[in-house]
Every structure is written in structure tokens, then in C-alpha cells.
């Protein structure tokens, strides 16, 4: 029975041990719950703070864009009106061209008729001159 006794009061005094170690455990177990607490709210804070960076980022490449397409916009209205432009000029500048031709053309024939008028009156004057010429000498240079 004594060894029953014994026995009994070293079990009393490993239940003692583990009481003493237990709450000391807890102790560590809590520390240990409180620094993962404290690791997982400043790794939350993180991923907060690269989120609000994201989104910063994210604004001004979606302000980058608008202001792009308002400058695309732009462009694309200013690129129509010169469009526009361009071709009534070049329209402008092909009837200045027919106009020219067409001139150029008249002034050519006017040129051909002024040449043949020229020899035609030449001709005449000519053939008017000998005329008078013998007019003359078959009158005996006496004038009426």
C-alpha cells in the first residue's frame, strides 16, 4: 500500500509539475497567438496599403487614357477639317489648271490666226501693191 501511497504522491507531484507548466504554456501559447495576431493585422495593413497604391496607379493611367482620347479626338476632327480643306484646294487647283490649259490652248490658235491673218495681210498688201504699182504704170503715173 505504501508503494500504492508512494506511487499515488509522485503522481500528485507530475500533476503538480504539469499544472505549474501548464499555465505557463498558455502564457507562451497566448504570446505566440498575439505576435501571429499583430503579423497578420500588419500584413493585412500591407496588402491594404499596395491596394491603395494599385488604385492611385490605376486613376491616373485611366485619367492618362481619357486625356488621350480627347487628344485623339481632337486630332481626328482637326485631321477632317484639314481633309476637307486639302480637297477644295486641290479642287480649286485643278480647275485653275483646266483653266490654264484651256487659255493657253485659245491663246495658241489666237496665235496660229494672228500668224496666218499676218500672212494673209501681207499677202494682200502685196498683191495691192503690185496692182497699184501697175495701175500706175499703165496710167502713166497720172493721178485722177
Given amino acids: 500500500m505504501r508503494a500504492l501511497l508512494r ?66 479626338r481632337q486630332l481626328t476632327e482637326k485631321l477632317a477639317r484639314v481633309n476637307e480643306n486639302l480637297a477644295r484646294k486641290i479642287a480649286s487647283r485643278n480647275e485653275f489648271d483646266q483653266t490654264i490649259a484651256e487659255t493657253e490652248a485659245a491663246y495658241l490658235k489666237i496665235l496660229e490666226s494672228s500668224q496666218t491673218l499676218l500672212s494673209v495681210l501681207k499677202k494682200e498688201a502685196g498683191n495691192l501693191s503690185k496692182a497699184t504699182a501697175s495701175e500706175q504704170k499703165s496710167s502713166g503715173g497720172k493721178d485722177s
Avoid: F, H
Fill in 7 to 72: 506511487g499515488s504522491a509522485q503522481a500528485r507531484a507530475a500533476l503538480q509539475e504539469r499544472r505549474l507548466e501548464w499555465p505557463a504554456t498558455m502564457t507562451q501559447q497566448g504570446a505566440a497567438m498575439q505576435n501571429y495576431n499583430n503579423e497578420l493585422v500588419k500584413c493585412i495593413e500591407e496588402l491594404c496599403q499596395k491596394r491603395e497604391e494599385l488604385c492611385r496607379q490605376i486613376q491616373q493611367e485611366e485619367d492618362e487614357k481619357q486625356r488621350l482620347q480627347n487628344e485623339v
